[in-house]
Nanobody, 122 residues
Framework: QGQLVESGGRLVQAGDSLRLSCVDS????????MAWFRQAPGKEREFVAG????????IYGDSVKGRFTISRDNAKATMYLGMNSLVPKDTGVYYC???????????????WGQGTQVTVSS
């Protein structure tokens, strides 16, 4: 079935930058649409960004547009999320997901990682 493993989350200060990674193993990575979601305590899971199979199309959630950048390296079976100008509202568990449609809804994605915690202090 394969596995998605996120890394890179940590405690940072407001204004800092961070890069998350998601490694896919046991799956033909380049066949899948990839996305990042996040979930803050007590809140629903929120779409952050998505990228098409070869990176030609990228979409972002309104709250991160202009600050975050999604990318992928199919040769390394890895997806990235570059995050700049972080604010406390960016705090949450960040999940990577794989699916066959580039959508903002989490139900469109079949495979999920365990998540990595990002905490932004003010």
């Amino acid at each position: 079935q394969g596995q998605l493993v996120e890394s890179g989350g940590r405690l940072v200060q407001a204004g800092d930058s961070l890069r998350l990674s998601c490694v896919d193993s046991g799956r033909t990575f380049s066949n899948f649409i990839m996305a990042w979601f996040r979930q803050a305590p007590g809140k629903e899971r929120e779409f952050v960004a998505g990228i098409s199979t070869h990176g030609a199309t990228r979409i972002y959630g309104d709250s991160v547009k202009g600050r975050f950048t999604i990318s992928r390296d199919n040769a390394k079976a890895t997806m990235y999320l570059g995050m700049n100008s972080l604010v406390p509202k960016d705090t949450g568990v960040y999940y990577c997901a794989a699916g066959s449609l580039l959508k903002r809804r989490d139900v469109a994605y079949n495979y999920w990682g365990q998540g990595t915690q990002v905490t932004v202090s003010s």
